[in-house]
Nanobody, 128 residues
Framework: QVQLVESGGGLVQAGVSLILSCAAS????????LGWFRQAPGNEREFVAA????????YYADSVKGRFAISRDNAKNTVYLQMNSLKPEDTAVYYC?????????????????????WGQGTQVTVSS
């Protein structure tokens, strides 16, 4: 069982940076691959980024590639999402998720159904 708690959201202006954190409980954090998703009002939950269990592979949605970076610190049981050059269209509730999968490839991590555990979400609002 893994419990996930996101933090770091807020109201920011376009162009600035923000770092989201997701703290996980459990002694087997290092065995989980982790992802970030987001959901804007009226939209489906969409994939943002993922990092595999070892930290050796990262995956990004085209809409955030080059602006966002996912990382993990297994000693702190935490996964991060560094968000740069934020745009109003990045406004959404951001969720972190964990899966026990050690699958290789974007297709293993870019769908919500691939994940077993979810956090409660943190709101990010980007004003123009």
């Amino acid at each position: 069982q893994v419990q996930l708690v996101e933090s770091g959201g807020g109201l920011v202006q376009a162009g600035v940076s923000l770092i989201l954190s997701c703290a996980a409980s459990g002694r087997t954090f290092s065995q989980y691959s982790l992802g970030w998703f987001r959901q804007a009002p009226g939209n489906e939950r969409e994939f943002v980024a993922a990092i595999n269990w070892s930290g050796g592979s990262t995956y990004y949605a085209d809409s955030v590639k080059g602006r966002f970076a996912i990382s993990r610190d297994n000693a702190k049981n935490t996964v991060y999402l560094q968000m740069n050059s934020l745009k109003p269209e990045d406004t959404a509730v951001y969720y972190c998720a964990a899966t026990g999968s050690h699958c290789v490839g974007l297709g293993c991590y870019n769908g919500p159904s691939e994940y077993d555990y979810w956090g409660q979400g943190t709101q990010v609002t980007v004003s123009s």
